[in-house]
């Protein structure tokens, strides 16, 4: 039987009489973007009320398969809104590091929710915490320098900067002193001092590249003999401004009891054995306590040991007292074993002690005038004028504030005092201070972020 010749289709046809099934299109992208990171430089944050300049925060943020500019941040819950409303904090910037900023509405403590939301809706949240301290005078010259609570002794670093020191530990710490923050760059010489208790750094001066940093010289509060409390010592300064750098050069630690034996050998003139003797609190009428340190006019080697215990006479509306030790330098390098002192110099303060004693390159000194009392945030202070010579008469420049917290503590530098419009910057030890109205003294606060000194800038004529 003979076949008929098989017909072939169409290639096209052929396809076309196949079922296609309808798939659903996924974009590739979506897949690729991961989880947004959210990282703070700090988990903690200070600000005041009415505050200008406070403390920032850096927010850190990414997203894997996006750009960090495609990234948003911004507060999404608090705790306690009468501290801190998610509007009162601000965002500024558009790349992977932004700053925080908050402005707070009142006193105390609140958490934070910081939100960063990326690409693919998705989002990740980190937790500020977040205290705020009450109102105070001159917010606009004031700034915060936060890291410590108890800011006694300070310095200028050059270019903007200024080191200070700290009456309840042995750190010293770099500030930028027109911005609020934590410190730049600290130092800690306990080890090399050969130190284990605080030095109660209270005053300190630079001449050229060195520094002169004392303890205060007395007892603690409870009266007990600390020796640690005795030291003198010396660090050399490297750079300037942000890029200062210190080292330890030198110490000493027998100025206290060379003061002693000078005073008992001019017939207890001052009572400085019953001021220093275990058992006698320091800040006291009669105790013994020293808070100030700055050379004599045109000298590099005779230093003004200036005293916030004992007033002379000690009484109420008694005089200041200063002590020039006339060998200081000497004293740090070892050349002299003991101390020489000149003259003692009495000055009228309004019955007020010396809190710290400022020179400048004219011979123009600052002195910040206090109470010689233990708690005494709300005691009289003053700002004096004073030529540094023996005999001559302090002028008064200004009544300080306090109704804020704070005890006004330290002065860096001493303008030229005969420019109109001269400005001093002033900085308070807060460490006896309720900031955040919750009881707790600011040096017992568990955070550093949350400790914080005050520094002002006061217009002097």
């Known amino acids: ?21 309808a798939l659903p299109v996924v974009p590739a992208a979506a897949a690729s973007y991961g989880t947004p990171t959210i990282v703070f430089s700090a988990g903690y944050l200070s600000g005041a009320v009415g505050a200008t300049g406070d403390p920032t925060v850096a927010v850190t943020v990414a997203q894997s398969g996006a750009t960090a500019s495609a990234l948003t941040v911004a507060a999404s819950a608090s705790t306690r809104s009468a501290v801190a409303r998610t509007g009162d904090v601000a965002v500024t910037g558009t790349g992977g590091t932004r700053t925080l900023t908050v402005a707070a509405q009142g006193v105390g ?42 800011a006694s002794a300070a310095v200028d670093a050059g270019g903007g900067y200024i080191l200070v020191g700290d009456d309840e530990s042995n750190v010293l710490r770099l500030y930028d002193r027109d911005n609020s ?41 409870d009266g007990q003999v600390k ?7 010396t660090t050399t300064v490297t750079g300037s401004g942000a890029n200062t750098q210190l080292s330890l050069a030198g110490s000493h630690h027998g100025l206290r009891d060379d003061l002693i034996a000078w005073d008992s050998a001019h017939g207890d003139r001052y009572g400085f054995a019953a001021g220093a003797a275990d058992g006698q609190a320091p800040k006291q009428i009669d105790g013994f306590n020293v808070e100030g340190l700055e050379f004599a006019p045109g000298s590099t080697t005779t230093a003004y040991i200036g005293f916030r215990a004992p007033l002379t006479p000690a009484v109420t509306g008694g005089r200041a007292l200063l002590v ?9 390098d070892g050349s002299a074993a003991h101390a020489t002192f000149g003259e003692p110099i009495e000055l009228d303060l309004g019955g007020l002690s010396i809190r710290d004693l400022r020179r400048n390159d004219l011979g123009q000194y600052l002195i910040v005038a206090g109470s010689w ?20 008469k302090p002028v008064k420049l200004l009544d300080l504030p306090t ?29 006896s201070a309720d900031l955040y109205n919750d009881g707790t003294a600011a040096k017992d606060l568990t955070h550093p972020e949350w400790k914080k000194s005050r520094s002002t800038w006061f217009t002097l004529n």
């Open 109 to 150: 403590y609140t958490d934070l929710t910081i939100k960063v939301t990326g690409l693919g809706g998705k989002t990740a949240t980190r937790t500020l915490h977040y205290a705020a301290s009450p109102a105070v005078q001159y917010p606009a010259a004031s700034r915060y320098l936060t890291g410590s609570s108890d």
């Open 181 to 221: 923050g934590a410190p730049l760059r600290t130092w800690d010489f306990s080890d090399a001092l050969g130190v284990s208790k605080e030095i109660d750094i209270e005053a300190a001066t630079r001449v050229g590249d060195t520094i002169y940093w004392t303890g205060s010289l007395g007892n603690n509060k």
């Open 227 to 233: 020796p640690d409390r005795h030291t003198l010592f």
């Open 324 to 332: 020039p030790v006339t060998n200081l330098p000497s004293l740090l």
């Open 1 to 21: 039987m003979t076949r008929s010749p098989r017909r072939l289709l169409p290639l096209a046809v052929a396809v076309a009489a196949v079922p296609v099934l």
């Open 373 to 392: 009392a233990a708690e005494d945030n709300s005691a009289p202070y003053a700002l004096y004028r004073w030529n540094g010579q023996p005999g001559s």
């Open 403 to 431: 109704s804020d917290a704070g005890a006004w503590e330290a002065v860096p530098d001493v303008p030229n005092l005969d420019t109109p419009g001269a400005r001093a910057q002033l900085i308070t030890d807060d460490g």
